[in-house]
């Protein structure tokens, strides 16, 4: 069985502001990291985890310089990162059907959500709003497409915060955990941090 791993930043605990990027660095990439480490003890707690072979896990956030491989494979051997940039697929580079189950990390809420500490999608810069076949999308909800229709993937877990919860709402086939709880732009509250160790899911509904 092989996984792939998405992972973004701006839906990940205790990170609330694009500064914490540049101004606090060595906690920000700790924080991705340590984040990370909690899904794979998860998975190594799973009743599937021997039959897991590769996890392959993409730093999909900014230039995809963020995650440590030699920290996330001293956690688990199978671990294969892809980072850098630019790269073919944007956030899901090397994704492609010959994987059994996507997962996504640190997604955040898209464009337009009130109570999100950082609502964007792609880039809140030049990007207002993206529809595919009339129906509003955020980050989490295109690569959940990209996964399970042109690869026929399925997402099995989406990390973020609450208002990608409110925003995924109604899709029960989903299991999701909430690490940050957004008040409003760049403000949150109620970080569940012991929940995502641990790996205590409850579906986004």
């Known amino acids: 069985m092989k996984l792939y791993i998405s992972v973004d930043m701006e839906g990940l605990a205790g990170i609330t502001n694009w500064k914490d990027e540049t101004e606090d660095r060595e906690r920000f990439r700790n924080a ?12 190594s707690k799973s009743k599937h985890n021997k039959e897991i072979t590769h996890i392959y896990i993409a730093d999909s956030h900014g230039g995809g310089q963020n995650l440590s491989y030699d920290r996330l494979n001293d956690k688990d051997e199978r671990v294969w990162l892809v980072s850098g940039s630019p790269r073919p697929q944007y956030m899901m580079p ?4 010959s994987f ?4 996504l990390v640190g997604y955040h809420a898209g ?27 955020n980050e989490g ?8 229709i042109v ?5 099995g877990l989406i990390i973020g915060d609450s208002g990608l919860e409110r925003q995924m709402k109604g899709d029960d086939a989903v299991a999701g955990i909430c690490l940050h709880q957004a008040v409003a ?5 109620g970080v569940q941090t012991q929940e995502a160790a641990e790996g205590r899911n409850h579906r986004s509904s």
Do not use: R
């Open 185 to 189: 732009f760049e403000i949150f509250c």
């Open 141 to 148: 909800t295109i690569n959940s497409a990209y996964a399970g």
């Open 151 to 155: 690869h026929k993937v399925p997402v």
């Open 32 to 43: 991705m990291n340590e984040q990370v480490e909690w899904v794979l003890e998860g998975i």
């Open 111 to 137: 464009a337009g959500e009130v109570a999100s500490s950082m609502d964007h999608t792609y880039s809140g810069a030049s990007v207002q709003n993206i529809y595919i076949n009339g129906q509003l999308m």
């Open 94 to 97: 090397a994704m492609d059907d």
């Open 100 to 103: 059994d189950m996507v997962f």
